[in-house]
């Protein structure tokens, strides 16, 4: 059982629709993530929230919008994706700042786009 | 430049042998965490194993162990006793003071265990 939960674990959508994708931790970490992943291909970091704010965007395009509503959640808004975007998509977290900690991963959301 | 190398893109092994995993990184940090990652075809990214950088032993979890040449900056993987559901991807990862919170990504091994 992982400690970083995200849903939905699969997730099909067409050009032109918005979903979001949900990641959930109750590990006390302050340190959030977002990192999309291709097959046989190491995670490509999009985004970093540390306290809920965002401290590291990896010039990830517009039509991906994150969202650190509290310690706990963190979201990221899709919106006009195209059919390169289809991914794994990773969420973690970590103690911020602490350098000697590892990430903890979420099971990913596999996205696909019609 | 290059945090992480892992110049070894894909490896086999027979099940009940030994596997090293290669993994070197690059950093001007005296404080640094060196991490393996194991993803199986089902996606799950698994912590398997750290390495500080001031740690004088080398690192041991279960099957796993680090084999850590500070000098040479290198922070290899071995398993003992290979099963078959260690079959996966490897990721090498480095966490540096200079980087804060952001984890650096060797492009990984892919192992195959053979009956």
């Known amino acids: 059982d992982t400690e970083v939960t995200q849903t939905p674990k699969h997730l099909v959508m067409g050009m032109t629709n918005k979903k979001s994708l949900k990641c959930e931790q109750h590990?006390?970490?302050?340190?959030m993530y977002w990192y999309k992943q291709k097959a046989k291909k190491p995670p490509e970091l999009m985004f970093v929230?540390?306290?809920?704010?965002?401290?590291i965007n990896e010039s990830v395009p517009s039509r991906f919008s994150p969202e650190c509503p509290n310690s706990s959640l963190l979201n990221l808004h899709l919106h006009a994706l195209q059919p390169e975007d289809s991914a794994l998509y990773l969420c973690?977290?970590?103690?911020?700042?602490?350098?000697?900690?590892?990430?903890?991963f979420g099971d990913g959301t596999r996205l696909s786009i019609l | 430049a290059q945090k992480i190398t892992q110049t070894q893109p894909g490896m086999f092994v027979q099940e009940k042998e030994a596997v090293t995993l290669d993994c070197t990184y690059d950093?001007?940090?005296?404080?640094?965490?060196l991490f393996w990652y194991k993803q199986p075809s089902s996606g799950e990214m698994i912590f398997l194993i750290y390495?500080?950088?001031?740690?004088?032993q080398n690192a041991t979890e279960g099957r796993y162990s680090l084999n850590f040449q500070k000098a040479r900056k290198s922070a290899n993987l071995v398993i003992s006793a290979s099963q078959l559901g260690d079959s996966a991807m490897y990721f090498c990862?480095?966490?540096?003071?200079?980087?804060?919170?952001?984890?650096?990504f060797g492009t990984g091994t892919s192992l195959t265990v053979i009956p």
């Open positions: 973690a977290s970590s103690p911020a700042a602490l350098f000697a900690q590892p990430q903890h």
């Open positions: 590990m006390g970490h302050r340190a």
């Open positions: 929230y540390s306290y809920e704010k965002l401290s």
């Open positions: 950093t001007s940090d005296q404080s640094y965490g």
């Open positions: 390495q500080g950088s001031y740690d004088e």
């Open positions: 990862a480095m966490r540096d003071l200079l980087g804060g919170n952001q984890f650096y």
